[in-house]
């Protein structure tokens, strides 16, 4: 069979050269350079890169608001995920109902999730005579309370996963040796979910810090760019601004840098305790 690999392989190997490396590539080429079209391409050195930081304070605003929304949800997430797991796998009545309630928001767009809650809380600011782009802060803990809505309920079907998978042999020895409920929890149910916490919180992780159609639709980075995540400004930068195309390729590069080396650190943490358990 080995003779034949490249053969099967090659469908995947193609689709992967063009529509990622390939492109990846001519961007990161792209990110030394000045230009308006790939045409008028004109080396540049590492000056974008400099200007990326040195002169436009929004990129280093935009990283600091993403980098503690990311914290922020995937704490959330991630614990009130789990928490429903937990009630969701007990003998509840209907409960297969409520993993269906809780997993449909999912299933909505993003940009269009971002302006049904533009509605709901723009609705409910309304009686204090404000928006959601009256403070950062709104915009801030709107962000977050979507980005909850959206993603507990499929972080929530990782973790029921996880937890009918768990030796029933180790919970009852542990009932047996006196634990209590808290003491199996943490002790047994957890340790042996490493796996599913591994996968739960790369996801929420990766998709908090790439965020972008919900907060073009949420917010739009108002009032005056302070709620615009990194990709909002990377797309505001690229788009909006003539002459900043390098520049904007160039926090393009640097945004792919950060997220893969986090990605690789909670990977490699997380993935060290499931050895351990």
Avoid at 50 to 62: E, M, Q, R, Y
Avoid at 93 to 114: A, D, E, S
Avoid at 130 to 144: E, K, M, P
Avoid at 201 to 222: H, P, Y
Wanted: net charge positive.
């Amino acid at each position: 069979m080995k003779k034949y690999a490249p053969v099967f392989l090659l469908p995947t190997g193609a689709a992967f050269i063009i529509a990622f490396a390939a492109p990846f590539v001519m961007g990161l080429y792209l990110s030394f350079t000045e230009f308006t079209t790939v045409d008028s391409a004109k080396f540049v050195g590492i000056a974008n890169y400099i200007k990326a930081f040195a002169s436009d304070s929004s990129f280093l605003n935009a990283l600091w608001f993403t980098v503690k929304f990311t914290v922020v949800s995937v704490v959330t997430v991630n614990i009130l995920a789990f928490m429903l797991a937990v009630v969701l796998t007990k003998p509840l009545k209907g409960r297969n109902f409520y993993r269906t309630v809780f997993f449909m928001p999912n299933l909505i767009g993003g940009i269009v999730l971002g302006y049904i809650w533009n509605v709901i809380i723009n609705g409910i600011l309304a009686y204090a005579g404000v928006d959601i782009t009256y403070s950062a802060n709104y915009g801030f803990w709107g962000l977050v309370l979507l980005m909850n809505w959206q993603m507990i309920g499929y972080m929530m079907i990782i973790y029921i996963a996880g937890i009918q998978s768990v030796d029933r042999a180790l919970t009852e020895a542990a009932y047996i040796d006196g634990a209590t409920n808290r003491q199996a929890l943490f002790h047994v149910t957890i340790p042996s979910l490493m796996p599913s916490i591994t996968i739960c919180t790369f996801l929420t992780l990766t998709n908090s810090f790439k965020l972008f159609d919900q907060n073009l639709a949420l917010t739009g980075g108002a009032p005056g760019k302070s709620t615009a995540m990194l990709a909002l400004d990377i797309y505001d930068t690229f788009y909006g601004r003539i002459g900043w195309q390098g520049v904007g390729q160039a926090k393009a590069v640097v945004f792919f840098v950060i997220v893969a080396l986090i990605a690789f650190v909670q990977l490699y943490i997380t993935r060290s305790k499931e050895v351990e358990a």
